[in-house]
Structure formats: structure tokens, C-alpha cells
């Protein structure tokens, strides 16, 4: 089946350092999504990549989607302690309903 | 907004006993989805369902049925609750296939004693 890593696992920085994370498939992908859980929360959707190399910003957030479709990075600059949380992406393939997660990135930013 | 909603915060069973945890939706969403979480292995797929009556397994079934008898509402069933499923059960919902967002609940969290 599909497997997805996503590294690091763990992550602490200092405020104001930039944080990236990264998610890999031995897969190529339709598209990948990218949600924020907050402690003691569910995951939120940031958004969704679907073009090959394709680059999105959202603030300070990055996401970026490898040309080859087979992996994604989100990168945050300068980090604030608003962005503590657990990171996921969640890639899809073609012809399956699944939606499936990889296993997360935990960022802790200490002030 | 679109609004999850998952029956139980907090439930405490004992080992053998029917769990059932239901969740229901109010956007009129096709896809339902229940994924279990624990610390370390992100998020995993029980169960999902794209219609209707229809059901499909995700990458951990085992232990684990659903029912989905009305569109709005996805229900998973332990039959026979074991200590190692122990976890944190979040339920979501999507309306595109595989390009919409998924909407989640709250989440469940069950204690198996």
C-alpha cells in the first residue's frame, strides 16, 4: 500500500527560527493537503497542492508540491507560539476515496 | 459552516463490551471517514464511506465495523472492545472525491479498562 513519511516526527524552535516539514510517498500523487491540529484540537485544513512544482503562501506558511508529484514540504518563517501544533499531510492517488495521513510533525516554538 | 458532530468526548469500557461511536453531519456530504489517532502514528484510515449504505476499509479494520444507514450519520462499532484500541477516534467528512477538505469532529476518546 501507500506509504507516506513525514519528518522530523519532533521539532522545537526558538521563536522567530523558520520550522519546515516534510512529506514523502513512494507514490506519485494527485494532490496533498496540509492540516494543522493544535493541542487538545482536530485537525484543520491549510490548504491543497495539485500542480506539479507548485509553490503556495499563506502568510508565513509555504507549501510546496515536488515535480515529480512524489513529495511536499511546508515551510513556516519566522515561527510564533501560535503555530505550536502537529502537522499533517495528507497526499491522495488517483481512483481511491482514501484520504490518508501521514504521521505528523510536532512543532513546539518556545518563547 | 459545516458542523461534525461525534456522540461522546470521553467514554470509559470495559473489555469485551459493544462501543458504538457515532457521528453526524449537517452539510449533506458523501464522504464520511473514521480514523483512530495515537502518539507517534498520526492519523490511520478505519473505515470510510462514499455513500450511502456503501462502506469501504481503510488500513486498519480489524476489530472494527460501520454502519451508514442515513447519509448524514457514520457509525463504527466495536464489537467486542480489546484494551489496544485505547485511543482517540476522529471522525471527518468531505464532499469532493479526493480534492475536497475534510471536516472533522471533535473526536472520541475511549478508554478501554
Known amino acids: 500500500g501507500q506509504q507516506v513519511m513525514q519528518i522530523p516526527q519532533y521539532q522545537h524552535v526558538q521563536e522567530g527560527e523558520d520550522f519546515t516539514t516534510y512529506c514523502n510517498s513512494s507514490?506519485?500523487?494527485?494532490?496533498i493537503q496540509w492540516y494543522k491540529q493544535r493541542p487538545g484540537g482536530h485537525p484543520v485544513f491549510l490548504i491543497q497542492?495539485?500542480?506539479?512544482?507548485e509553490v503556495k503562501k499563506q502568510k508565513r506558511l509555504t507549501f510546496q508540491f515536488g515535480e515529480a508529484k512524489k513529495n511536499s514540504s511546508l515551510h513556516i518563517t519566522a515561527t510564533q507560539t501560535t503555530d505550536v501544533g502537529t502537522y499533517f499531510c495528507?497526499?491522495?492517488?488517483?481512483?481511491?476515496?482514501?484520504?490518508?495521513f501521514g504521521t505528523g510533525t510536532r512543532l513546539k516554538v518556545l518563547a | 459552516d459545516v458542523k461534525v458532530t461525534q456522540s461522546s468526548r470521553y467514554l470509559v469500557k470495559r473489555t469485551g463490551e459493544k462501543v458504538f461511536l457515532e457521528c453526524v453531519q449537517d452539510?449533506?456530504?458523501?464522504?464520511m471517514f473514521w480514523y483512530r489517532q495515537d502518539p507517534g502514528l498520526g492519523l490511520r484510515l478505519i473505515y470510510f464511506?462514499?455513500?450511502?449504505?456503501?462502506?469501504e476499509k481503510g488500513d486498519i479494520p480489524e476489530g472494527y465495523s460501520v454502519s451508514r444507514e442515513k447519509k448524514e450519520r457514520f457509525s463504527l462499532i466495536l464489537e467486542s472492545a480489546s484494551t489496544n484500541q485505547t485511543s482517540m477516534y476522529l471522525c471527518?467528512?468531505?464532499?469532493?472525491?479526493?480534492?475536497?477538505?475534510?471536516?472533522f469532529g471533535e473526536g472520541s476518546r475511549l478508554t478501554v479498562l
Open positions: 495528507a497526499p491522495t492517488t488517483s481512483g481511491t476515496y482514501k484520504y490518508i
Open positions: 507514490t506519485t500523487l494527485s494532490n
Open positions: 497542492l495539485v500542480k506539479s512544482g
Open positions: 452539510m449533506d456530504h458523501e464522504n
Open positions: 464511506s462514499y455513500d450511502v449504505k456503501m462502506k
Open positions: 471527518a467528512t468531505a464532499w469532493g472525491v479526493n480534492t475536497g477538505e475534510l471536516f
